[in-house]
């Protein structure tokens, strides 16, 4: 598996048998390969960077779990391919994690627009990250979703720079519930600068 890949075909879709053999093994080097993926922002908050194989192992056990046969693999392109990195952006799933439904519900309450203001700072630069548009992850009511999906588009010059070692890295947001801000792992910057074209 590649990680320049840009796009799931179907043809990439292994037969279910194939994956079962598998899976076990699959997942557990895929757990290997995704510690220097994620960044934890905040206390509640982290970032999981997707590329062709999170995606297509994504795919892969929505397929295995809901038994759909292949009716049901063009809805599970249509609904991953979008978060594969087209060369010159990462795209993060975004999780606020809270295990106590009551607080998780009062934090979300408070938490509406929080994908638009997600950002990455590249040596000082800002780089302002865009939420999927595949859905609205805020309700009317201001009630954020617990996941968000959110590409960072950069320039050539900012792939530059992130690719240079020891480059100074942070992520975050700048939302008034919750402006916390990290600074990206030099194993993580490594690794996702491999995204990049």
């Known amino acids: 598996m590649s990680a320049s890949k840009k796009e799931i075909t179907?043809?990439?879709?292994?037969?279910?048998?194939?994956?079962?053999?598998?899976?076990?093994?699959?997942?557990?080097?895929?757990?290997?390969?995704?510690?220097?993926?994620?960044?934890?922002?905040?206390?509640?908050c982290s970032f999981y960077f997707e590329n062709y194989e999170t995606m297509w192992s994504q795919i892969q056990e929505m397929l295995y779990i809901e038994k759909g046969g292949e009716e049901q693999i063009p809805d599970e392109l249509a609904a991953y391919n979008p978060l594969i990195p087209k060369g010159r952006e990462l795209v993060a799933t975004?999780?606020?994690?809270?295990?106590?439904?009551?607080?998780?519900?009062?934090?979300?309450?408070k938490l509406g627009g929080v994908e638009e203001t997600a950002f990455f700072e590249v040596n000082g630069e800002r780089i302002e990250g865009r939420p999927e548009v595949d859905v609205d992850r805020t309700t009317a009511e201001g009630k954020a979703s617990s996941v968000q999906f959110i590409h960072f588009p950069f320039t050539d010059e900012q792939v530059a720079a992130f690719r240079e070692e020891g480059a100074k890295i942070m992520v975050g947001f700048t939302h008034q519930a919750y402006s916390h801000i990290a600074v990206l792992p030099e194993q993580v910057r490594a690794t996702l600068a491999e995204d990049f074209d």
Request: net charge positive.
């Open 10 to 44: 179907k043809e990439d879709i292994w037969p279910m048998e194939r994956y079962e053999a598998e899976r076990k093994k699959l997942r557990s080097d895929l757990v290997k390969r995704k510690q220097n993926r994620r960044c934890d922002v905040g206390p509640v």
């Open 94 to 109: 975004v999780m606020f994690e809270i295990d106590d439904p009551v607080r998780r519900n009062a934090f979300l309450a």
